[in-house]
């Protein structure tokens, strides 16, 4: 008889907390355990003593963008319209623009393609033959438009991986200009000298 009753005592307590729990009620249940239901958070509009403006609904911070409703300029952000790779770079060469170009490059690409990206960085030569990172001076690479260096850069290519989460498009385009810049640098000619400086040429 006794153990009917230990054996019963669960099933009865259990069925009792149901009970509290009942949505049907029209008075708030009773809760033994919150379950979480009740969390001190703000609601819309509610005030806060945290800010000085006393919103508890704040602003998001300047160029926030909610996912899925990134504004589409397809050319600046893929360097592709139409399924085509955009001609010219998409922010205007300038100093500035080079410099952080030449600071980006030797962070994220000179590595494997080297500071004047002849493909022969520490990476390749630690790698061997299964990982070669391409000659960036190379006529081939020289003759893709800079909406393709840019997606390559962003997407990678083959065995190359992305720098798309690394770097912001910003900086891919800098990339890019900076890019050119060693391209022309590889190409450059006597005439490219200053005349008062070729003297000094051998
Ligand atoms: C971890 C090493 C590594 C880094 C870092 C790297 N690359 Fe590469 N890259 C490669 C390899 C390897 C290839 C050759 C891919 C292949 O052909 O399989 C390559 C190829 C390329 C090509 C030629 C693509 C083609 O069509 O042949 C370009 C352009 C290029 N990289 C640009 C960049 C730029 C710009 C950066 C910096 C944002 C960068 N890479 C960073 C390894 C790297």
Redesign the pocket.
Known sequence: MRSRILFLLPLAGSLLLTGCLSPSRDTPPLQIWDDMKAQPKYKAQQQSPLFADKRSSRRPPEGTVAIGQLGGDDAYRWGVVASQYVGKNQEPVTPELLAQGQL??NT??????SRVGD?K?I??IR?GAA????N?IEP??QQ?NDG???S???E????????RT??SDHD?WA??AY?RALHRANSGTKEDVPENLRAQLN
């Open positions: 980006k490059f994220y690409c000179a590595p494997c393609h493909g960085g990476v390749g790698a990982f070669q990172p391409a960036l081939r690479v893709m393709e260096l840019y390559v850069a962003s990678g290519r083959r065995t190359m991986m992305g720098y690394q770097t891919r990339i890019v890019l």
